[in-house]
């Protein structure tokens, strides 16, 4: 008995980096995966190499800043393995430029991936991940990477500062209202430091 079995996750990012990683580890934990990115290439590929025979992780193309794009990416788990237990947003972009350097362009669309994509798939995952919650012991989870960046002050980026601190208040005051309407969905969030990914932060 694996951890993760009869588990079903939902991992925005997930083609390459921290999320591909996570994928894999639950994969390895006995659970179906289905791996969300823009990258639609590089995620049909992680999804083949951690997914094995049995097609344990399956590749969707996301955008998490569109709506449409995310009902589809649920809509697509629930129909292939009959519901959702975990949703792990984790897509997220480092700008790595100083406040007067970074146009607002470039803001709305850190703003765009970093928080909009959070909120979206809070959302519209939330009826599903209730209903797996109804009857799990432990309920249904979502896990939001946010950053280390996200709980103290950062010299590099403070635009992503803004939006991983925006994660970690989003990420508390959510499990506080799960919590009071019953919906048994556990909400936490993840502060990495820094880790050698594409990202570059
Ligand atoms: N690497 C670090 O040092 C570090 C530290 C703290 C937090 N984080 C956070 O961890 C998460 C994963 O980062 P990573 O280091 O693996 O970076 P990464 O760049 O390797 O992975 C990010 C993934 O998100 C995807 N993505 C970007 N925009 C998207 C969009 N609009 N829709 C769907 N997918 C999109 C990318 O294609 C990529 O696959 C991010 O939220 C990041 O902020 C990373």
Redesign the pocket.
Known sequence: MNRLDGKVALI??????????TARLMVEAGARVMI????DE??RETARAIGGRDAAAVFNH????GEE?WSGTISAAVARWGGLDILV??????LGKGIEEASLDEWHRLH???LT?VFLDTKLAAPALRERGQTSPHGSAIVN?????GLVGSQLDPL?SMT?GGVTLFTKSAALEFARKGHRIRVNS????????????
């Open positions: 925005s990012g997930a083609a390459r980096g921290i999320g591909a990683e969300g990115d823009i990258l590089r995620g996301l955008d998490v800043t794009d947003n984790n897509a997220g972009m480092f765009a991936v970093n994509g990477l946010a950053s280390v960046a992503y991983k993840i502060h990495p430091g820094v880790i050698q990914t594409d990202m570059g932060c």
